[in-house]
């Protein structure tokens, strides 16, 4: 690997050399040019076009324009390059109205929708991804699609922190231009019930986030983002992932739940204050950082006939999501619940060239988070689901193996030494560790 070209005309790279190869890599596998058909979701009716896709289910509606791909990140897990075509304005316009139309039809087959998201390949509040003049044709259509559509009570966007604010020459956290303009729609539409604004997050712990996902928050920035949105009545959203890439199945629940804590947990009270957490399980995607380094660990490990350490594992349970949720209900926090969402995962018809690999034994739990998204209550609240799925033996096989697991020594950096090494040279890591038995090199 020759890190130093690799390296070459990056910006805003980390200071460490090792995190800033592993960063150059993550933004150079995820900058190549993917194809931007998303699989499909059991159950969710998708409309492709060229420059959109159109996804419905019940009464919700989205639309997720196919962007030049997220400017901000280099995220490990993601896979959102690109496409090459630049959206204008005209072409937002068109794709906005067969929104509508869409909408429409639906209606008139008496399938009404009451909420939507808007999205992009990253952000759809970035400007460097999705032009002013684009964002402006966005509001303008969204003005006609309320207008005739009167049952949409809910309007989300999906966006990444750096695009709702930043600091004036005082100091002072203020809105961007795009959330300035957000809430000015907001103010002319006072009937409609929420305005939401989706972030991605995935976990609390900022060592965590900086050297093994890739993805930098400023957690005191982030919270006054939250809190500028509730100031002028918007709502946030935040993604939280259960099964984090490079932690041991045991860390990954501790991790996650505390995540979700963290996230709900009022900002007065040191937490980021989000109003709802969706919590999604890692899809290992082709034109990932992850994808890539579980490739080279498989090849290393078939080379030298060795095993990975527990913390390079690949396989992703969806028990270890059912395990999380659990753990809230555990710490006596079932109220959380709630609030707490899941993503869709698995269940889906994939394209040809597609490579998720979706979480293992994600069948048997199906049915049953399709019901936990619906928030019902008595014998199918969240918490009752929860406490069904944790009495499956296959739970229970799971949560046996994670209580035996031995606690991992490697801290997040040492783990991220350990791949850039596994990397550099396809050698044996030098970091050695006695629970798993391996990594004993010089
Ligand atoms: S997770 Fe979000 S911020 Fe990170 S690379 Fe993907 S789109 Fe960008």
């Known amino acids: 690997m020759n890190w130093e070209s690799l390296r070459k005309g990056q910006k805003a790279l980390p200071k460490n050399e090792i995190l800033a190869d592993l960063y150059s890599l993550s933004r150079k596998i995820k900058g190549t040019e993917v194809n931007t058909t998303l699989s499909q979701v059991e159950g969710v009716e998708k409309k492709t076009n060229k420059y959109s896709n159109q996804f419905f289910m019940n009464a919700f509606g989205q ?8 400017k ?26 067969k929104f509508k139309v869409s909408i429409l039809e639906k209606q008139r087959k008496g399938q009404d929708i009451y909420a939507i998201l808007l ?14 003049e684009c964002l402006d044709i966005v509001f303008e259509k969204l003005e006609e699609i309320l207008k005739e559509i009167k049952t949409i009570e809910s309007v989300s966007f999906e966006t990444h922190y750096q695009t709702l604010g930043t600091y004036d020459e005082k100091g002072n956290y203020v809105a961007s231009n795009a959330i300035q303009k ?12 929420t305005f939401v604004i989706e972030l991605g997050f995935e976990s609390s712990n900022s060592e965590l986030r900086d050297t093994l996902l890739f993805k930098n928050i400023d957690n005191e920035t982030y919270k006054k983002a939250v809190d500028l949105l509730h100031q002028n009545g918007i709502e946030v959203e935040v993604n939280v992932m259960a099964t984090l890439p490079f932690l041991t199945q045991k860390e990954q629940i501790a991790q996650s739940a505390q995540s979700i804590i963290d996230a709900l947990t009022s900002y007065k009270d040191g937490g980021f204050g989000v109003d709802s957490v969706t919590l999604f399980p890692l899809n290992v995607r082709k034109h990932t950082f992850c994808d890539y380094v579980f490739d080279v660990q498989d090849n290393f490990n078939n080379k030298n006939n060795v095993n990975s350490p527990e913390f390079m594992h690949k396989t992703f349970p969806i028990w270890s999501m059912v395990a999380t949720l659990n753990e809230l209900i555990k710490a006596g926090r079932e109220d959380l619940l709630e609030k707490v969402s899941v993503a869709w995962f698995g269940g889906r018809q994939l394209s040809a060239d597609a490579s998720e690999v979706y979480p293992e034994d994600w069948e048997i739990t199906y049915d049953d988070f399709v019901e ?23 739970f229970k096989e799971f949560e046996e193996k994670v209580k035996n697991q031995k606690d991992c020594e490697f801290s997040y950096m040492d783990r991220a030494e350990y791949i850039h090494r596994l990397i550099s040279e396809m ?6 560790c006695p629970n798993c038995e391996i990594g004993l090199g010089e």
């Open 63 to 70: 639309i997720s324009f196919i962007s030049t791909g997220c």
């Open 72 to 97: 901000l990140g280099q995220c490990c897990f993601c896979s959102y390059g690109a496409s090459s075509v630049e959206l204008t304005p005209k072409i937002v316009a068109e794709e906005m109205d």
């Open 119 to 132: 999205d992009s390949v990253g952000s759809i509040l970035d400007y460097n991804e999705f032009s002013k």
């Open 182 to 193: 957000l809430i000015e729609f907001k103010q002319k539409h006072k009937d409609i019930g």
């Open 372 to 394: 936990y998204r619906k928030n019902l209550k008595g014998e199918n609240s969240r918490a009752n689901i929860i406490k069904r799925l944790v009495k499956h033996p296959k």
């Open 427 to 432: 050698n044996m890591p030098y970091i050695s």
